[in-house]
């Protein structure tokens, strides 16, 4: 194989695998939600069915809602749509406006989840079609074990029954299924599952039929069982439309929270049934011994439901020209298909003529010859056609079983057992294939009186060959009385070959019937002084097998009666269960715990077990298998409950102290508490006030990580509850304090900060933020020593906070909390600066500042060139007033007080603008001015006064353009 068919036979392979995975898988779903139709093998002209599922996508926790399913099915062809539902989490319930089961109501889980719906509608023709859907319960992420949970009492609810198959006829096995969960607040103890086929409604009541009861075991809080079992339907119900209820706690034994929510229900539908019959046929008239033949015969269905599985046509002769009976001889079979109602099949077959027959005979043609259909009408299933055979002469074969060997030669009536044999054809001539008849007989002679047990094909022989077969299996009759008998192997029993010694074909071997005998020689229960009503109750059961034979596996039941006799009418079943093999002359010890039930009055009661109940074994001695001890019933015993731990988080090799309490209405009992803190650790026993009814106890974890601690409280009776709590257990880290500091305003401390650690390491001080009115800095990080420095003028509340490392871990963060207390502070005055034109005031804001308190402004010295006018002095608002025709600088202080002190002396500077071109300052422009700059324009330097009134053009000189211009603005006015 070279290179490239190498790799297409390994793309072929993988793709091969992929397919068949994926039938594998979604058969596994179609299995898991009780839908098992027969078969799919294609029917021409049939068409797939198909559905849909359509519903709210997101609900509310606890919401319920409708569930639909379109389906499209084949209604030409008698197809009927039969709906079934499925769903990982929450509850289907039937919604009375739908009793097909196309719509339902769908009742969300009572937490956040995504929960998976899947349909299935089967077409009953064999096929079936799937659909699921997601649906987010609240926030879709929230798993059941966060649920809080407080005390209270138990509630039993049966999530997703199925049935499987839920379309059959009458007298069918049907596989229930269900799961049972507690979601009550309280442990709910052991209880009855009952079964029950509803004839007219999906309510349970008096006229349903009970078709199996089960234990159902403790459950604890939000625990769940699984309940799987076959039950069987009336052979006598007619078809229609029913409803199997599964109704927990049918006795009615446990006190709930709900007690409407104990049933469910899944429709079933009982079918008509088909019917085979013959409507044509061909056989000859005559024919020789040991001739090969040619029949027909067409087989019509000729009832209301289509047939399925692999039935098959037998064809069968009579040697006596009769219908058929166990001693007419087997030739052949036929395969027959699936018929829907109407269709008919065709069987052509040859078959041989047996070689010893003669004279007026009969070919029979058995329909359904092994019984697989269920009928309406099982009496027109067979055909017998006469035919007349011309004998042949006898011939040299001769069969005979030489040996034969059983599995033991003491068995139990009922037992089965293997068998070994040898056939030899002694004759002188072939002898073709034949069967061996096995019988249970009270002598070595076959007579009418035997009891026919089995057949076994034998292959042909030879002259003088002979074959051994092993391991057929046969069984002792189980009505059987002990004794001894005979199993005869008798070859070619219905004599299909004439051998020249027909005399020489029995083979008897003895076989001793034995019998057990259980015997129930010891029976203890505890509590001894007596059992309340939902007490546990210990018993312990010694039985032995006084017979002679070993016991089958059967059951030990218990009842509760008013006297020491057992009465199957009156008396309550309250536990049971299966016990295994017990050989002749050994014992076997049972033991169990079950609870009394609510139904049970109080009082002196006798206890009685009973052996073999439904007589599994068949026993020598069925008088002694009851045993019975005295009980006194109490009134119902209360539950002790514990209060609920909150989680807690502790630090590794550190003592820690568990504190807590349990109620108990039976004040009078005593109470014992392990305790399980989850680390591997011997079981605790806490210590108990049985008059407060506190608990405590105390551990060390000498390991950091999560543990689940678990308390369990038990009372005298064996009644007991439960609790768990999360202790987180952390390495050990250092522990920053807050701590508080007084200060000034403006003063800066030094302190030192406080952090601790358990196994006093080495820490390093860091801040983690700081505050708004100062800064913290940490001088020395290893021994916490820090710096506080508020802002300037700054009082008040601050805040900085900080945290200590130990080289692993960091610790908390820590608060400093400083208070400054105010100082008061000098107020300032600043001087301002101003300018103003010549005989015009200007108004302007002294500037001062006080960080405590108000201030107060004054003039400290008047101007030398004008008039300040204090408008304000609170807000220090002033006019300043130029004397008249004045220019240049001038100045004048002030300062301010805030009551307590003053401030220093500011000073404002004034400039006082000039008039351009007015020389002399006499406030007018005249020729004399003109006249003056002229005089100023031979100086090289002016003061800034000159350039102020005589540069005109204010290019920074004084010139005779200037004196000009001057002029020349005097003449325009």
Known sequence: MNVCHKFIFWVVLTIFIILICSFTNEHAFAASIGNNYEQQIPIEGVQLPSVRIETELTVNEGDIIDVTAFATIDTQNGAQAFYYWYADKGNFQMHTSYPDYSTVKFQAPEYSCEVTIAAQVGDGLGYIATDRQTIIVGNGNQPPDDLPVEPGIPDL???????????????????????IRNIGTQISPSCKM?????????????????????????????????????????????????????????????????EANNSATVRIEIREKPDLEFTNYSVPGTANADEMISVRVDIINSGSLSTSGSSKVGYYFSLNNSDWDSNDIYLNTSYLGDLIPGASQTFNREIRIPPAAKGNCSIIFYADHTNLIKESN????????????????????????????????????????????????????????????????????????????????????????????????LSIPSNILPGEYYILFVADYKQTWLESN?????????VQVTAPDLKPVQFEIHPV??????????????????????????EVDFFISDNDQYD??????????????????????????????????????????????????????????????????????NIPVLSANPDVSITKNQLYFLSTTFTDPDTDEQHTVAIDWGDGSILYYGQIDQITHSITGSHVFEEAGEYTVSLTIEDKHGDKSSNTFLATVKEPVPESINRTLTIEEDQTERFRLNANHPENNPLVY??????????????????????????????????????????????????????????????????????????????????????????????????LKGQVQLIDSKVGSCKYTPDPNVSGNDSFSFQVSDGQSSSNIAVVYISIGCMKGDEDND?????????????????????????????????????????????WAYFEN
């Open 157 to 179: 609810i049966i999530e997703n029954p199925e049935a499987e198959p839920n379309l059959i006829q009458a007298g069918d096995t049907i596989v229930v299924r269900s799961r």
């Open 194 to 258: 009952g079964y029950y086929l509803s004839l007219n409604d999906s309510i349970l009541d008096n006229s349903d039929i009970q078709l199996r009861s089960e234990n159902v075991s403790i459950l604890q809080v939000n625990s769940t069982h699984i309940h799987e079992f076959a039950v069987n339907t009336p052979q006598d119900i007619a078809f229609g439309t029913y409803y199997l209820i599964f109704q927990v706690d049918d006795q009615n034994t446990v006190v709930e929270k709900n």
């Open 378 to 473: 099982e009496d027109n299933n067979i055909l017998s056609v006469p035919i007349l055979i011309n004998p042949v002469n006898p011939g040299g074969q001769d069969l005979v079983v030489e040996r034969a060997v059983l599995e033991s030669p003491s068995l139990n009536a009922g037992e089965v057992f293997d068998v070994g044999y040898t056939m030899k054809n002694i004759g002188t001539e072939h002898m073709g294939s034949t069967k061996i008849g096995f019988y249970f007989s009270l002598n070595d002679q076959l007579d009418n009186e035997d009891l026919f047990k089995e057949e076994r094909y034998v292959d042909g022989l030879d002259a003088g060959e002979s074959i051994h077969y092993n391991n057929d299996r």
């Open 502 to 510: 027909e005399n020489n074909n029995i083979l008897a071997i003895p």
């Open 529 to 554: 002084d007596g059992i309340p009503i939902l007490g546990k109750l210990d018993v312990i059961v010694s039985i032995k097998n006084v017979g002679n034979g070993i016991s089958n596996r059967t």
């Open 568 to 637: 199957a009418d009156s008396d309550e079943c309250i536990s049971g269960d299966s016990i295994q093999l017990i050989l002749p002359n050994s014992s076997f010890i049972f033991e169990d715990q079950f609870a009394i039930p609510r139904s049970i009055s109080t009082g002196n009661k006798y206890l009685i077990c009973l052996i073999d109940r439904y007589d599994s074994s068949k026993e020598s001695n069925e008088s002694n298998n009851i045993i019975y001890v005295p009980i006194t019933i109490l009134s119902q015993n």
């Open 766 to 863: 860091r801040i983690v933020k700081q505050g708004n009115k100062g800064l913290a800095n940490i001088i020395d990080p290893d021994v916490g020593i820090c710096q506080y420095e508020p802002y300037a003028n700054v009082f008040g509340e601050d805040v900085f906070t900080f945290k200590v490392n130990d080289g692993k871990f960091d610790s908390n963060v820590a608060e400093v909390r400083i208070t400054i207390t105010p100082v008061n502070d000098l107020p300032l005055a600043k001087g301002v600066n101003l300018s103003t034109e010549r005989n015009i005031p200007v108004p302007f804001n002294l500037s001062g500042f006080d960080v405590d308190n108000d201030i107060v402004f004054t003039i400290v010295k008047n101007p």
């Open 923 to 967: 406030g007018e422009i005249t020729a004399k001015d003109a006249v003056n700059t002229f005089h100023l324009s031979f100086k090289t330097s002016w003061s800034s006064n000159e350039l102020c009134k005589s540069d005109y053009d204010g290019d920074g000189e004084v010139t005779a353009q200037d004196a000009v211009l001057i002029f």
